[in-house]
């Protein structure tokens, strides 16, 4: 149980740690490589180390020094992992690994936590299956523990209706040792991350305006050739510091080395239409990503907004805290289509919508979205995490805006993606 009262501002630079999506894709295609890869600024959480041990369990020897790993890549070729490989709380780690595995002529079974085991997987299994890979586990291959067997598989055209990344890079992973072609058409442009580091790897992709939408596409049988990928901050951590900063009054903050990658930065983008002072400096490209300090400083109050759904890829796990500033914004809020938070590693809908109702907000919850009333002051009160490290992060930043007391009932919960949070919370916080 974490304690937390009103503070006074936020002042100072921070370089939070690096993204969680391309640090789990750095260990992944470097193990899939052909030859010694490295991984710098690679982040080190629950989700990520879930992943780099289901690797190594495949037989990829990874030495880690510090930030640092060197990964020996197995260009395709692993081993029968001698046991059960657990993803944890950590979606990515599941899906990917499941487009992974398809590629594999041996037995393997995938499982996670509680969370994990209550989200939905038939969105990998049905494809992979297309593929020629088999499948299965509980409700049909629904739900984890779902065991694969593969090897010889072929491309397919698959339409990525949910705009999910994880569903995307599954598929490409598989499809880079399938016969023929395997294409994924997107009406939403989803994360493009695993599309940008398999160039860097060396990898042709084909990529079009089709009818249907955005069109990525790459032939079976190349080969990864071995690199070394930076990992910049991640966008998603940055989030609950430039809200607190765009919130709090007499606040200014620099964040480092932020991701701003057009498909994941709709959130900073969001602000500023709500009118925060938030700025992009020292734009650059790393790994083929672009990154920019990210500065930001509070001038007021936010207006209320609106994210339509064609938004909502480009800010879905900034949802939750975008969802607090909403509410401390002048006149009325609201998001829809955005049901995929309901499958999140907690139904993230019901989450905001309870915590924000719990600290004085009148929210109206929809199947895809909610819509609330913003108000002057929120109340500090008991909010409910559901063991979902953004629920938790999102709720403290609340809980430093609000007045009274508020407790988080499970702050440990941010391991998964930010171990170090409340620490950085601290030097950057005036109370
Ligand atoms: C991720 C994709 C998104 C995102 C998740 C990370 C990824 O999920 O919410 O936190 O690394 O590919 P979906 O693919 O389910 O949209």
Redesign the pocket.
């Known amino acids: 149980m974490l304690r937390l009262r009103r503070a006074k501002s936020v002042k100072g630079s921070l370089r939070v740690p690096s993204d ?2 391309i640090s ?1 894709r750095a260990v992944i295609l470097s193990s899939l490589a052909n030859g010694e890869s490295y991984v710098r600024e690679w982040l080190s959480s629950a989700d990520t180390k879930a992943t780099l041990n289901i690797l190594r369990a495949l037989g990829t020897k990874i030495v880690r020094k510090g930030k640092d790993l060197k990964v020996y890549g197995r260009d395709y070729l692993f081993s029968e992992p001698p046991d059960v490989l657990d993803a944890k709380n950590s ?2 780690t599941a899906r990917l690994m499941l487009g992974v595995l398809s590629t594999q002529p041996f037995f393997s079974l995938v499982t996670g936590d509680k969370s994990l085991r209550r989200r939905p997987m038939l969105r990998v299994v049905e494809p992979l299956r297309e593929m020629g890979a088999f499948l299965d586990g509980r409700e049909r291959g629904n739900r984890l523990p779902v065991c694969v067997r593969g090897g010889k598989i072929r491309g397919i055209s698959f339409f990525n209706r ?6 995307k ?1 599954s598929l490409l992973l598989a499809g880079l040792r399938a016969e023929g072609y395997t294409e994924v058409v997107e009406p939403l442009l ?2 493009d991350h695993t599309e940008r580091m398999l160039r860097a790897f060396g990898v042709k992709l084909h990529q079009m305006e089709g009818k249907d939408g955005h069109v990525i596409k790459v032939e079976g049988g190349q080969s990864l050739k071995s690199t070394e990928i930076f990992c910049p901050a991640d966008p998603s951590s940055a989030s609950f510091f430039v809200a607190l900063a765009a919130l709090l009054d007499g606040s200014e903050l620099l964040l480092k080395d932020v991701l701003v990658n057009p498909t994941r930065d709709g959130f900073f983008r969001k602000l500023q239409e709500m009118g925060a002072d938030v700025r992009y400096e020292n734009l650059r490209e790393i790994s083929g990503e672009p990154v920019a300090d990210v500065y930001v400083r509070h001038r007021g109050r936010l207006r209320g907004v609106e994210v339509k759904p064609e938004e909502v890829p480009s800010m ?2 900034e949802l939750p805290v975008l969802a607090v500033a909403m509410a401390l914004s002048e006149g009325s809020s609201r998001v829809r289509g955005a049901e ?1 938070l309901r499958v ?1 590693e907690s139904d993230r809908i019901r989450a905001v919508v309870e915590g924000l109702r719990a600290m004085g907000v009148s929210v109206e919850e929809f199947e895809d979205g909610f819509e609330l009333e913003g108000v002057e002051t929120l109340k500090g009160a008991k909010v409910k995490t559901y063991g979902d490290h953004r629920i938790a992060m999102a709720f403290s930043v609340a809980g430093l805006l609000a007045e009274g007391e508020t407790l988080i009932d499970d702050p440990s919960c941010v391991a998964v993606s930010y171990p170090d949070f409340y620490k950085d919370l601290d030097y950057i916080l005036i109370r």
Request: a positive charge.
């Open positions: 969680k999506s789990h979606g990515t949910k705009a999910s990344a994880q569903v890079s989803s994360r879905i796990d995929e999140k």
